[in-house]
């Protein structure tokens, strides 16, 4: 089967200030997406990668690879999950309905090669897809503007993380038909779930972090440089 990482770069978020995209904030000397690149292509069983830019992302790729897999772009959209769709609609020419698509966030420059792998084998395991995620550890509350109103029990409830894996066509398929249905899709199996099947859960590590904030940024530069020392 072949295996192909698919990473959605087009976002404009710039909450750290200056006009940079989250996707290229540097940490640990290299941008976000670098290290998550590096991560998806230095696992053996990744083909290449397919990356959706913004139509004006002058700063692509802008650094040194340390890999020699092949790595496309397409132009990503406004929304997500609308530049995954473009990335696996180009990604199909090339790979097939039937490749393997571990779509994963730019902006998550710390995964693991034993969770890719995981998460790989479980894709390989089930028609349905699978993601890697992590069991809520807080107690969850719904909030009546700053009364809580209540407590959600967190039993069975887990966070979403990425990448998350489908087989191509599957993938393609659920997210035109949850987008056509007006359902806001947030991640792939959001859309995997709307059409009917049920992606396996499995456990990531908790260190995967998706950088958002200023404090997000600073955790994931002291486990990159822990991790690279
Ligand atoms: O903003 P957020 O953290 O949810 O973005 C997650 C990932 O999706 C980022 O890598 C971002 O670049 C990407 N994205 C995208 N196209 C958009 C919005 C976000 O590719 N229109």
């Known amino acids: 089967t072949a295996i192909w990482a698919v990473v959605p770069a087009a976002g404009s978020g710039s909450r750290f200030g200056g006009d940079v995209p989250k996707q290229y904030v540097e940490v640990a000397g290299r941008p976000l997406i670098a290290h998550a690149l590096d991560a998806l292509l230095a696992h ?24 020699d897999k092949p790595v496309l772009t397409c132009q990503g959209a406004a929304e997500r999950a609308l530049s995954v769709l473009a990335a696996l609609d180009a990604l199909r020419e090339r790979a097939g309905d039937d490749a393997l698509v571990l779509v994963h966030d730019a902006a998550r420059p710390n995964l693991a090669a034993a969770d890719l792998d995981r998460v790989i084998d479980a894709a390989l395991e089930t028609a349905d897809g699978a993601l890697l995620a992590a069991p809520v550890r807080d107690t969850l509350k719904r909030g009546d503007r700053d009364r809580s109103a209540g407590t959600q029990p967190r ?25 056509a249905d007006g359902i806001a899709v947030t991640d792939e199996a959001m859309a995997l779930e709307h059409a009917g099947l049920r992606p396996r859960l499995v456990e ?25 020392s």
């Open 155 to 179: 039993d069975g409830l887990w966070r979403a993380l990425t990448p998350q894996a489908a087989r191509l066509g599957v993938l393609r398929d659920a997210l035109r038909r949850a987008l």
């Open 44 to 67: 053996p069983r990744v083909d290449g990668a397919m990356v959706a830019l913004a139509a004006d992302d002058a700063r692509w790729p802008g650094w040194t690879s340390h890999h």
């Open 204 to 228: 990531g590590r908790e260190d995967n972090i998706k950088v958002t904030t200023p404090a997000d940024r600073a955790l994931v530069e002291y486990l990159l440089r822990a991790s690279a």
